[in-house]
């Protein structure tokens, strides 16, 4: 199983970043996808969710409104889009895949397989 995160990249305060999530090694469309983010010295946290068929999305307070999750499952991947990006959502982002549970689990502990991180720097 291979989950390849890539896009991330030093942004100004109020820019845009798209970052995408390629998945191989697994039925695509059998799993949740979701993006978390880690940033210096904090724990890692729940971005948004998507269900499997990609109709029903779930965000962290932080991201609403500005940021946008959505799949493609012909081409196994994920993506987010963020906007009015802020100092505060400088992090590594990893993309996830979960099995059983819905697409508005955010605990990183349930999910089964972990993209290896992009990093996202907003500067100021």
């Known amino acids: 199983v291979q989950l390849q995160a890539s896009g991330g990249g030093l942004v100004q305060v109020g820019g845009s970043l798209g970052l995408s999530c390629a998945a191989s090694g697994i039925t695509f469309s059998n799993y949740v996808m979701a993006w978390f983010r880690q940033a210096p010295a904090k724990e890692r946290e729940f971005v948004a969710g998507?269900?499997?068929?990609?109709?029903?999305?779930e965000y962290a307070d932080s991201a609403k409104g500005r940021f946008t999750i959505w799949r493609d499952n012909a081409k196994n991947s994920v993506y987010l889009q963020m906007h009015t990006l802020r100092p505060e959502d400088t992090a590594v982002y990893y993309c996830?895949?979960?099995?059983?549970?819905?697409?508005?689990?955010?605990?990183?502990?349930?999910?089964?397989?972990w993209g290896q991180g992009t990093l996202v720097t907003v500067s100021s």
């Open positions: 998507i269900s499997r068929g990609g109709g029903s999305t």
């Open positions: 996830a895949a979960n099995r059983f549970f819905d697409y508005r689990q955010s605990s990183a502990s349930e999910y089964d397989h």
